[in-house]
């Protein structure tokens, strides 16, 4: 027959044992979310793509040689954000989306990085501006329509453009060619190599919706293919496993 004293014993290994359960869960849950982070958001990072080229851009010095280009290797980095019809809220819509605490972690043998927005001005995409340099951050603010120039992104999704530019990487001055055509035999054209020009550059990415906000570390190793064989170079990334967002008050 069993007493009331072992009655009580068993009632209190019973609820230790489940207050540690819950606690094992709670632990679980928690190790689960910093692995994974948000893993349903609402407008989620669906593509990054990657294009890196190579360009002479003709001094301001006078010279008597034909040409006298400064040799810059250009990557322009796309993030396409988009919808989650299946999570989404009604009425809910992106507020905006911000790209800041930019650190270049590994810096390139050869060249100086700079980072730079969308031109506002007509023709180029991008110019080698002083005020198109992003200095603390880079924020898209939602709008009816995409459009890069202003800086705006559409408030139901869209992408989000900014590049890093490795600049005096060296110069070029030559009599010789006929023809000068931008692409990585620039690179050759000054004896610099894939090698040397490579670099890590590492941000974070914050997309705020009308009820949320949700941010995430981007490390992106640039250029992304190999400059010493491709006279450009392409990535496209849809695979997202390894940026994590979480939510953030």
Known sequence: MITEKRKETIKLIVAITILALLLLFVV?????????????????????????????????????????FDIYQNNDVYFYIDQNAANVKENELIKSVKISN???????????????????????????DEQFLVEDKLEYKGGSNSNSSNLEIGSKGGPVLIRFSNSNIGNYVSDKDKEIIHNSTLLKKIKATNEEIKFNVSCDFMIETTNAKYQAEVNLNLP???????ENCYLEKTDMKDIVFKRVK
């Open 28 to 68: 679980i849950m928690m190790i689960k979310y910093e692995v994974e982070g948000e893993t349903n958001m609402p407008y989620q990072l669906s593509k990054i793509v990657i294009i890196g080229t190579v360009e002479g851009v003709e001094t301001t010095e006078k010279s008597k040689e034909k040409w006298n």
């Open 224 to 230: 992304t293919g190999n400059l010493d064989e491709e």
């Open 102 to 128: 930019i650190q270049i972690k590994n810096a390139p043998q050869k060249g100086t990085i700079r980072t730079y927005m969308p031109n506002s001005e007509s023709g180029r995409l991008y110019t080698y």
